[in-house]
């Protein structure tokens, strides 16, 4: 028991700080998309209104009356593709994810801007698997966790540990998903 | 010291044992592009019911990638739409570019049990905190229109036409 209890410790210590980046990783990006509903995890918005005067009719010369507006109202170098989602208006993309739309009678128009929100964009592509290296890698990083799991238990001896406090907090944490499913499923 | 270098190297070879990269949105597989017919979107909900379960191309332009899940692109021309879906991630810098999808046509078909389960599951969800009021509202909406439409149609369900993802390759 002596020996196990040692080599929880040892474990958990140093697999644990190995992990400390992983950890919040996952736990920042959890809680960023945890609320998707709320907010744009990768990218912040900017809206910027504007009217223009040019003709974005849907004709021959309307690539190059967008790339005028453009230059008005961004940089024409941005510019990707466009296309008309009903007759009325026009919806032009920008490079790095921004668009912009246009009533096309009335000139009025809004550009979107998206910027990439540091930390938080990192942080959730790899949140996402991106590739199977990462998806790998945070297998083991599940693996340890179980490992982290199994450890505590044995780290601690007498009231403080699994068989006194760390125990009722061991149940308590146990009852909540348990709840949790009871009442929702 | 000699176990936390085991521990570490043991690591690192089996990261190092699997490299593949085949995230949808960033792989272009090579696919037999012969006999697969190509669908302008223009006509797509026209034409779609003829090639239910079968492999077609769409080209369009990508309006944007699936906030939530990422597995779905939503794939526009001047004249129509289609929605694309992946088993993986879409890559979200597609957004904006002309590209050519190659997929199986799907049917979903939408009837009264349809809307009666998608009302539940709103209900269900709002009320768990999952969407927003004006999320509530829209799907609401969206339901109702489909019981409009398959009223003024005269029918008992609607079918919805859209794409699941094999492959896509940028058009020059």
């Not at chain 1, 008005?72 to 941005?78: P, Q």
């Amino acid at each position: 028991m002596k020996n196990l209890r040692k080599w929880s410790r040892i474990l958990h210590r140093d697999i644990g700080f190995f992990f400390i980046g992983t950890t919040l990783i996952y736990a920042i990006s959890g809680i960023a998309l945890n609320h998707l509903s709320d907010w744009n995890p990768n990218y912040s918005v900017e809206n910027k209104n504007f009217t223009t005067q040019i003709n974005l009719e849907n004709n021959a010369s309307v690539k190059n009356n967008i790339l005028l507006l453009l230059e008005e109202v961004d940089d024409k170098e941005n510019y990707k593709q466009h296309y008309y989602p009903n007759a009325q208006n026009l919806k032009i993309f920008l490079k790095g994810g921004s668009s912009i739309m246009v009533d096309v009678e009335s000139g009025a128009g809004r550009a979107e801007y998206l910027k990439k929100r540091p930390l938080f964009y990192d942080v959730n592509y790899l949140h996402y698997n991106p590739n199977k290296i990462w998806m790998w890698f945070s297998d083991i990083f599940a693996s340890a966790l179980i490992l982290f799991s199994i450890t505590s238990l044995f780290m601690i001896k007498g009231k403080k540990g699994v068989i006194g406090r760390g125990g009722i907090y061991l149940v308590l944490g146990i009852i909540v998903p348990i709840l949790f499913l009871v009442y929702y499923l | 010291m000699k176990k936390i270098v085991f521990v570490l190297v043991f690591a690192l070879a089996v990261i190092s044992c699997k490299t593949d990269d085949k995230k949808a949105g960033a792989t272009n597989k090579t696919a037999e592009t012969a006999e697969i017919p190509f669908l302008a979107l223009g006509e797509f909900d026209a034409k779609a019911g003829e090639f239910v379960n079968k492999e077609v191309k769409v080209k369009g332009i990508v309006d944007h990638v699936c906030k939530h899940s990422g597995k779905k692109v939503f794939l526009v021309t001047d004249k129509g739409d289609v929605h694309i879906n992946g088993e993986e991630r879409f890559d979200e810098a597609l957004t904006g570019n002309e590209i050519t999808f190659t997929g199986i046509v799907v049917e979903e078909r939408i009837d009264e049990a349809y809307c009666l389960k998608m009302e539940e599951d709103n209900i269900k969800s709002h009320k768990e905190g999952a969407s927003n009021k004006d999320q509530y509202d829209a799907k609401m909406k969206m339901i109702q229109k489909y019981r409009d439409q398959m009223k003024a149609e005269n029918t008992d369900h609607i079918s919805n036409y859209s794409i699941n993802y094999i492959s896509h390759s940028a058009v020059e």
